[in-house]
């Protein structure tokens, strides 16, 4: 069974900047949209993996709960008013969503999820 890692990350400055990158290589033939397409999936599980291992900080969430749902191991939180704490810091929002999923890799393959924008 193939590992899939989750692709939403690519939505992020970052994930955008390596994208377009990539999009202006493949149109000057500098590289094959096969190769692009690897090098989008080693940044998926590299920022995978680097956030599991090196992000240590934990958050407070207040807020009240509008909708949730779970789907294909990924849940999803809708949060009114919110209140986010992290460390030393607080910032407020009318309106928040968290997508919460399995760390690194999935147990099932083909999972894969559309890049979405945060």
Known sequence: ????????????S?????TDALDELITE?????QLAMKVLQQFDVSLANT???DV???AKVKGQLRTYRLCDDVWTFMIKDA??????????SPRL???ACKSGE???AGAHLPAEKH
């Not at 069974?1 to 992020?12: I, P, T």
């Not at 209140?83 to 407020?92: D, G, H, R, S």
């Open 106 to 108: 999935l147990a099932t």
């Open 51 to 53: 956030i599991v291992r």
């Open 1 to 12: 069974m193939a590992s899939v890692y989750y692709e939403f990350y690519r939505g992020s």
């Open 97 to 99: 969503k968290i997508v």
């Open 29 to 33: 033939g500098t590289v094959t949209p």
């Open 56 to 58: 240590k900080a934990k």
């Open 83 to 92: 209140t986010v704490a992290v460390e030393n810091e607080v910032i407020k």
């Open 14 to 18: 970052v994930g955008m900047a390596l």
